[in-house]
Antibody
């Protein structure tokens, strides 16, 4: 089974850019969709977007103007960048894998990392 | 966006109880529904997909039913390790959305 682990800063200042990395172990990154999902008390679980193993991306329209997801298969990781952070972006951020055959079925998840936006 | 509603947000139960957790979609999503379990400090776990198909390795006491707009996750006999929060998620739309979760408490 694939294991995923999020890493990145726990605290981000307003207006700054969040950068998170998800390291993948125990399997190949091929033929999968690599997702970021977040959870806050206000919005609950919210899909942020994915990067396909071949590099194409798809984002939640509500975040599309601020988000970028990329993949580095040579290092077995993928990354999230979310700019212009505000307090509303305070949340647990999860990375998750979906199979090629079912891109919106999240079969493996990381434990999540809490990101707080505060000055 | 398709809204997913889970009510109640929490329920109390005892070991051995039969527990039913409802989920309602704001429009017809056929059977494009998944269920996840989340325990504090651990990764969410996929339990059921396509409304009723058990993910590999998930105990058979978990059952999913429903189609259209109304769905139910049933735990036929609650085990101690089942105290957790359960989320439904639709994937009928290209924008997947989740319910707010139902916490099963002792």
């Amino acid at each position: 089974q694939v294991q995923l682990k999020e890493s990145g800063p726990g605290l981000v200042k307003p207006s700054e850019t969040l950068s998170l990395t998800c390291t993948v172990s125990g399997g190949s990154m091929d033929s999968s969709y690599w997702n970021w999902i977040r959870q806050s008390p206000e919005k609950g679980l919210e899909w942020i977007g994915y990067v396909f193993y071949a590099g194409s991306t798809n984002y939640n329209p509500s975040l599309k103007s601020r988000v970028s997801i990329s993949i580095d298969r040579s290092k077995n990781l993928f990354s999230l960048k979310l700019n212009s952070m505000t307090a509303a972006d305070t949340a647990f951020y999860y990375c998750a894998r979906a199979n090629n055959s079912s891109p919106r079925l999240y079969v493996d998840w990381g434990q999540g990392t809490l990101v707080t936006v505060s000055s | 966006d398709i809204q997913m509603t889970q009510s109640p947000s929490s329920l109390s139960a005892s070991v051995g109880d039969r527990v039913t957790i409802p989920c309602r979609a704001s429009q017809n999503i056929r059977n494009y529904l998944n269920w996840y379990q989340r325990k504090p400090g651990t990764a969410p776990k996929l339990l059921i997909y396509s409304a009723s198909t058990l993910q590999g390795g998930v105990p058979s006491r978990f059952r999913g039913t429903g189609s259209g707009t109304d769905f139910t996750l049933t735990i036929t006999s609650l085990h101690p390790e089942d105290f957790a929060t359960y989320y439904c998620q639709q994937y009928y739309s290209s924008l997947p959305t989740f319910g707010g979760g139902t916490k099963v408490e002792i």
